[in-house]
């Protein structure tokens, strides 16, 4: 029987100080993804392994994994994509373990709740009615299913210990940002505040979203040059205290 | 994707080379030899062909340099492919990454913040190289058009595009706006944004095609000068 080579890692930090990669063989279906082999290892081999998913669909976000090192989602990696004899599968390594594959990714809603809420226009009538040309920047931020590989892949979050808060984050305030109806620039408590300036632009969190978002060039680029106007563009700065001066009298 | 780690060359070659870099390499390749050809080898003006490395605008190179090198897209390449941070997506490609200092664009480089204003002195530039296109033309006192002509347009018009697509670009006419078309701003459709955010997508690419139209401009040239290829004419007429 055709098999497909599975390597997974596994560690239950309550007993175990070090992981270990443990191999499995798996029969080979035409059309499978990972997360089809990580379920027959759960219900056939190894049912003590954790894993998280709900879908299978790419839509809930659940099942965010390093497969061969690249952040993925198990369910939408063919598992005929992968070259090489064995599959590698671990878990996200930017976030705590809490068993095996399953991390806990719960340090992120702390951070959305610091990104300044909603505030739309005094007196707008309702409905409100907003323009398609207007609402299509907003609506490519609001795809997101929040499996945080970007989080993950960021090697910022990754490798050092900064204030920047995170790709996901910047999309959040970016969808909030260029909502037509909102009032509030958030672009300088990115700068600031969310560490914003520790983003190199090297685009790999562009690369593994599941849902192509382009994250750099249209959330965190847009709002780097908004954090420009307020903070490093004397032009700009000139311009805006002017209406500013200009509002109040 | 695949992490340099999984192989036995793991020890031997340093990750950057098997990570496709050939964008960044091929920037610092062109940057030598442009130097050492506008030092060593000068290009006189040659048939009305002006050599893109020989206009005036030399004097305001520096500046230009800067412009790529704050640039979105060369920011990428330079920032994984010199400083390795990271050096690919792959997840434990370079493993001393948590070893090293980072400080991204607060400390030193901070200083990309102001690209937009290098972008201002390249959009200086750009009439330079349409010019030496219109000179090719004329120089004879007839209209004349080359195979040199085409290639000197198509290298002005990458160098537009490259300059046009920018993020910051983007930005300036209309990223920075939240409503175009809210009752206090009517129908303004922000047709420009559209267009730009289509060719910004392209950015990365465009900026490299445009980078190496200026060597093979150059070369061409100096093929012509040596004798090795003819400078076809396409058009002449008198005027």
């Given at each position: 029987?055709?098999?497909?080579?599975?390597?997974?890692?596994?560690?239950?930090?309550?007993?175990?100080?070090?992981?270990?990669?443990?191999?499995?063989?798996?029969?080979?279906?035409?059309?499978?993804?990972?997360?089809?082999?990580?379920?027959?290892?759960?219900?056939?081999?190894?049912?003590?392994?954790?894993?998280?998913?709900?879908?299978?669909?790419?839509?809930?976000?659940?099942?965010?994994?390093?497969?061969?090192?690249?952040?993925?989602?198990?369910?939408?990696?063919?598992?005929?994509?992968?070259?090489?004899?064995?599959?590698?599968?671990?878990?996200?390594?930017?976030?705590?373990?809490?068993?095996?594959?399953?991390?806990?990714?719960?340090?992120?809603?702390?951070?959305?709740?610091?990104?300044?809420?909603?505030?739309?226009?005094?007196?707008?009538?309702?409905?409100?009615?907003?323009?398609?040309?207007?609402?299509?920047?907003?609506?490519?931020?609001?795809?997101?299913?929040?499996?945080?590989?970007?989080?993950?892949?960021?090697?910022?979050?990754?490798?050092?210990?900064?204030?920047?808060?995170?790709?996901?984050?910047?999309?959040?305030?970016?969808?909030?940002?260029?909502?037509?109806?909102?009032?509030?620039?958030?672009s300088e408590?990115?700068n600031k505040?969310?560490?914003l300036g520790?983003?190199?632009?090297?685009?790999?969190?562009?690369?593994?979203?599941?849902?192509?978002?382009?994250?750099?060039?249209?959330?965190?680029?847009?709002?780097k040059e908004r954090a420009v106007n307020i903070s490093y563009d004397p032009i700009a700065m000139f311009?805006r205290?002017?209406?500013?001066?200009?509002?109040?009298? | 994707?695949?992490?340099?780690?999984?192989?036995?060359?793991?020890?031997?070659?340093?990750?950057?080379?098997?990570?496709?870099?050939?964008?960044?390499?091929?920037?610092?390749?062109?940057?030598?030899?442009?130097?050492?050809?506008?030092?060593?080898?000068?290009?006189?003006?040659?048939?009305?062909?002006?050599?893109?490395?020989?206009?005036?605008?030399?004097?305001?190179?520096?500046?230009?340099?800067?412009?790529?090198?704050t640039?979105?897209?060369?920011?990428?390449?330079?920032?994984?492919?010199?400083?390795?941070?990271?050096?690919?997506?792959?997840?434990?490609?370079?493993?001393?990454?948590?070893?090293?200092?980072?400080?991204?664009e607060t400390?030193?480089f901070r200083v990309e913040n102001v690209h937009r204003y290098f972008?201002?002195?390249?959009?200086?530039?750009?009439?330079?190289?349409?010019?030496?296109?219109?000179?090719?033309?004329?120089?004879?006192?007839?209209?004349?058009?080359?195979?040199?002509?085409?290639?000197?347009?198509?290298?002005?018009?990458?160098?537009?595009?490259?300059?046009?697509?920018?993020?910051s670009?983007?930005h300036?006419?209309?990223?920075?706006?939240?409503?175009?078309?809210?009752?206090?701003?009517?129908?303004?459709?922000?047709?420009?944004?559209?267009?730009?955010?289509?060719?910004?997508?392209?950015?990365?690419?465009?900026?490299?095609?445009?980078?190496?139209?200026?060597?093979?401009?150059?070369?061409?040239?100096?093929?012509?000068?040596?004798?090795?290829?003819?400078?076809?004419?396409?058009?002449?007429?008198?005027?």
């Open positions: 029987m055709d098999t497909v080579k599975v390597s997974v890692f596994r560690r239950d930090p309550a007993v175990e100080k070090e992981g270990k990669f443990v191999d499995y063989e798996v029969p080979r279906e035409d059309g499978m993804v990972v997360l089809d082999a990580m379920k027959y290892i759960e219900r056939h081999l190894d049912p003590s392994m954790s894993l998280r998913w709900n879908c299978s669909a790419g839509k809930c976000g659940s099942c965010s994994a390093e497969i061969n090192h690249k952040p993925s989602l198990m369910c939408k990696t063919r598992v005929d994509s992968l070259k090489g004899d064995k599959i590698k599968v671990a878990p996200m390594a930017a976030f705590p373990l809490i068993k095996d594959l399953v991390t806990d990714v719960s340090e992120n809603w702390a951070l959305l709740k610091k990104i300044p809420k909603f505030t739309p226009k005094e007196g707008l009538e309702k409905p409100w009615r907003i323009s398609q040309v207007d609402i299509e920047r907003s609506k490519e931020f609001k795809k997101c299913i929040e499996c945080f590989l970007c989080q993950d892949v960021c090697h910022v979050i990754r490798d050092h210990s900064t204030d920047y808060f995170g790709p996901r984050h910047v999309v959040k305030a970016a969808s909030l940002d260029m909502h037509p109806l909102d009032t509030l620039n958030r408590f990115m505040d969310a560490g520790y983003c190199n632009i090297t685009k790999c969190c562009s690369e593994v979203c599941p849902e192509e978002i382009h994250i750099t060039d249209n959330a965190i680029i847009p709002e311009l205290s002017r209406k500013q001066r200009r509002a109040k009298a | 994707m695949r992490a340099a780690s999984e192989t036995s060359l793991r020890h031997l070659i340093p990750p950057e080379f098997l990570e496709p870099n050939w964008r960044f390499w091929s920037f610092v390749m062109i940057s030598i030899l442009g130097t050492v050809l506008i030092l060593l080898y000068k290009v006189p003006v040659f048939d009305g062909l002006t050599d893109p490395f020989y206009t005036p605008t030399v004097l305001i190179l520096p500046l230009v340099v800067l412009f790529r090198l640039c979105y897209a060369y920011r990428k390449d330079y920032h994984r492919h010199l400083f390795n941070h990271p050096n690919g997506c792959a997840t434990d490609v370079r493993l001393d990454s948590k070893k090293r200092g980072y400080s991204g400390g030193f972008m201002y002195t390249a959009w200086a530039i750009l009439p330079f190289f349409f010019y030496d296109v219109y000179v090719s033309i004329v120089y004879t006192g007839a209209i004349t058009v080359t195979l040199g002509t085409i290639i000197l347009a198509v290298n002005a018009v990458a160098v537009t595009t490259y300059t046009f697509s920018c993020h670009v983007r300036l006419i209309g990223g920075y706006k939240d409503c175009v078309n809210c009752p206090a701003n009517l129908n303004k459709k922000n047709s420009l944004y559209r267009l730009q955010s289509r060719l910004n997508g392209h950015h990365e690419a465009i900026a490299w095609t445009s980078l190496i139209m200026f060597v093979f401009v150059d070369l061409f040239i100096r093929g012509m000068i040596g004798g090795v290829i003819p400078n076809i004419v396409l058009i002449h007429s008198g005027l």
